[in-house]
Nanobody, 122 residues
Framework: QVHLVESGGGLVQAGGSLSLSCAASGRTFSSYAMGWFRQAPGKGRNFVAA????????YYADIVKDRFTISRDNAKNTVYLQMNSLKPEDTAVYFC???????????????WGQGTQVTVSS
């Protein structure tokens, strides 16, 4: 029902910046929280950031706090992840996700994008 398409991944040097986008379709975008997750080779899929349905609340994993910024534009059905001061350990496939909007952020995601590769070189 919901289709999520990530874009913006690529190769960047340590200390550099990269911006990811995720375009959504299939249900009312503004009714749902959005999030970003990442998965490195041989690792689990970890939470990165989430944003409430109206953009009023954001949530970040401690490891990316103060470096990454999540935002959304409901008029464009798009969520963004601005990544600054990138480190080699940020290298992973980054996934966009959509879930219910809760008082604590995003509920368990029920839709996922296919992911976009982010590689940070040292």
């Amino acid at each position: 029902q919901v289709h999520l398409v990530e874009s913006g991944g690529g190769l960047v040097q340590a200390g550099g910046s990269l911006s990811l986008s995720c375009a959504a379709s299939g249900r009312t975008f503004s009714s749902y929280a959005m999030g970003w997750f990442r998965q490195a080779p041989g690792k689990g899929r970890n939470f990165v950031a989430a944003i409430s349905r109206d953009g009023s609340s954001t949530y970040y994993a401690d490891i990316v706090k103060d470096r990454f910024t999540i935002s959304r534009d409901n008029a464009k059905n798009t969520v963004y992840l601005q990544m600054n001061s990138l480190k080699p350990e940020d290298t992973a496939v980054y996934f966009c996700a959509q879930g219910t909007n809760t008082a604590h952020g995003m509920g368990v995601p029920d839709y996922w994008g296919q992911g976009t590769q982010v590689t940070v070189s040292s």
